[in-house]
Nanobody, 124 residues
Framework: QVQLIESGGGAVQAGGSLRLSCAVSARTGIRYIVAWFRQAPGKEREFVSSIGWTAERTNYGDSARGRFTVSRDNAKNTVYLQMNSLTPEDTAIYYC?????????????????WGQGTQVTVSS
């Protein structure tokens, strides 16, 4: 079983930055891929970024590439999402998700475990 708890959301003005954290509680010895998704009101859940266990492989959705950076600290069992140059279009609930095996990293249906989400609101 895996538990994910997001934190770090909040309200920020356009052009500002936030760092989200995802605390991962999981059985030892299981190497999980962790991803960030977001969902804005009235829109489908959108892939933001993912990171492999060794952090050697990272992936970004089009909206995040060049502005967001994903990282992880396995000693702290935490995955981070540094978000810079935020715009009102980034306003959404951000979720972290995990799975031990992924065929399509951008597909939310591939992930077995989800956090409760953290709200990010960017004002113009």
């Amino acid at each position: 079983q895996v538990q994910l708890i997001e934190s770090g959301g909040g309200a920020v003005q356009a052009g500002g930055s936030l760092r989200l954290s995802c605390a991962v509680s999981a059985r030892t010895g299981i190497r999980y891929i962790v991803a960030w998704f977001r969902q804005a009101p009235g829109k489908e859940r959108e892939f933001v970024s993912s990171i492999g266990w060794t952090a050697e492989r990272t992936n970004y959705g089009d909206s995040a590439r060049g502005r967001f950076t994903v990282s992880r600290d396995n000693a702290k069992n935490t995955v981070y999402l540094q978000m810079n140059s935020l715009t009102p279009e980034d306003t959404a609930i951000y979720y972290c998700a995990a799975s031990a095996f992924i065929r399509n990293i951008a597909s939310s249906s591939e992930y077995n475990y989800w956090g409760q989400g953290t709200q990010v609101t960017v004002s113009s």
